[in-house]
């Protein structure tokens, strides 16, 4: 009975080890405000980058995901089509997807989105996924990137409804920051807004994503994206066993 006794503690001990690393791997902030980049990672290799908690670009990456060379000539509706119908297709799509999981993976979301000069977006967001890879399939984007410290500068904390109302916004951008605070309110376009403080104190790293390239962008961190060519991209996000209650 002792022996059995000795095992089970020593089984616990190897379990609370497990998910303190993996929390402590979750938890991980990095304010270092600079991009990492690598050209047709290993998976090894693409695991240590992700670890760094910094934006990472991997380059070239998509020319090698079968699912993507396949879909070049075919509109958002052909592929969403193929996203649901198509078992073949999800599951070489996920594949790829796969080198870039959490420990303890639980699966992936993704969707594509047709995107042109109009989706430029105005507010920064906070990045709330712990596993959020975008894949730059046709055009060109730019993102402006901000680390976790920056959100005492992008963020005004406990906004009320009465003072979002008076901000010179429309009804719809109104209505978004109410129903997602991880939102600022700060139009970025804006110089008006952005010369007052403390959004003038901001500092951002900016990075263009072209097509095959794919962008990490870690949690915690805040984005935003212009869109400089039309095109088409594809959006996973991931999520771990442990990720659902960090």
């Not at 059995?4 to 609370?16: A, E, K, P």
């Not at 290993?42 to 990456?61: G, R």
């Not at 078992?87 to 303890?104: E, G, H, P, Q, V």
């Not at 600022?184 to 097509?211: D, G, H, M």
């Amino acid at each position: 009975m002792k022996l059995i006794s000795y095992i089970i503690c020593i089984l616990l001990l190897i379990l609370i080890l497990v998910l303190y690393c993996h929390i402590s791997s979750l938890k991980k902030i990095n304010n270092n405000i600079e991009i990492l980049q690598t050209i047709n990672p290993s998976i090894d290799k693409i695991q240590d980058l992700l670890q760094e908690k910094s934006p990472t670009v991997f380059k070239n990456v998509l020319y090698e995901w079968e699912p993507i060379i396949n879909i070049f000539d075919k509109s958002q509706e052909e592929i969403n089509t193929m996203s649901l119908n198509d078992k073949t297709f999800y599951k070489d799509l996920i594949d790829c997807f796969n080198s870039y999981s959490l420990c303890s993976s639980l699966g992936w979301d993704y969707y594509f989105t047709e995107k042109n000069i109009l989706d430029t977006e105005e507010f920064f967001t906070l990045e709330t996924q712990h596993r959020h890879i975008i894949c730059q399939i046709m055009g060109t984007q730019r993102y402006y990137l901000a680390s976790p410290n920056q959100t005492q500068f992008i963020k005004k904390e406990n906004i009320k409804d009465n003072e979002i109302n008076n901000l010179q916004l429309s009804d719809t951008e109104k209505k978004l920051i109410k129903k997602n605070p991880t939102k600022s309110v700060v139009n970025f376009w804006n110089e008006e807004e952005t010369n007052k403080e403390p959004f003038n104190k901001v500092e951002y790293i900016e990075i263009i994503l072209r097509e095959g390239n794919c962008l990490y962008i870690p949690y915690g961190w805040w984005f935003l994206s212009q869109v400089e060519e039309d095109g088409m991209v594809l959006e996973g996000f991931n999520i771990s066993c442990i990720s659902l209650f960090v």
